[in-house]
């Protein structure tokens, strides 16, 4: 049977309406930075989930690349699934979990594809190996066996052994501008603190949810 949680004996965290901050952004910042310095392997990751045209959805993990007011930004292959599905359904929803702190931040919104100049400055400062991979990769496609990868990849390598590589054009980033963001923090007895920001036309407006 599953226990409550938390269950290690440090002081209760709540999430309380006279201590969130007004601006859901500076908020997520907040947390972020906390979980950046908490035990959690990779704070940046998140579930990102999208849906075909017919509602059927599906999910998957990827990286937290930058966010600001505009929204929250990660990068793919422009011919994988999910940029697929957001080529046609262009709305998507992104779950964070840092289970240190016994946190969830839940996201949903609309999605654009960044600036190439955004793309491209993210692309320059990855490593090596990963500019390569994601030339060499025809993500989400069927592939006959590991080797035809690593031949892909030898490839590229020896076509950009003399210069620098440039970005695929399959390649680059979108940023999900949320309507709503959600902030969840476990409590003791399934007796959750949620509060949800809901943008309308004046503003955000913050509501509380039952657990
Ligand atoms: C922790 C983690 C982080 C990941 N980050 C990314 C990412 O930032 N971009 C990406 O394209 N795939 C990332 N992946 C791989 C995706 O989960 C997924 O396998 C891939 O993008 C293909 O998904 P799709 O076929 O639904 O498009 C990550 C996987 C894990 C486990």
Redo the contacts with the bound molecule.
Sequence with gaps: MQSDRPTDNAPERVLLESEIDSDPFEQFRQWFEEASQSNEH?HT?MTLATATPEGAP?A????LKGFDERGFV????LE????KELDVNPRAALVFWWGSMQRQVRVEGSIALVAPAEADAYYHSRPLGSRIGAWASP??KTISSRDELEEAVKKVEIECADGDIPRPPFWSGFRLSPSVIEFWQGRKSRLHDRLVFRKSESGWNLSRLAP
């Excluded at 990660?74 to 292959?77: A, D, L, P, S």
């Excluded at 994988?80 to 940029?83: C, E, H």
């Design positions: 990779d990751a599906s998957r993990m990827v990286l990660f990068y793919t292959n994988s699934r999910k940029a993500q989400s």
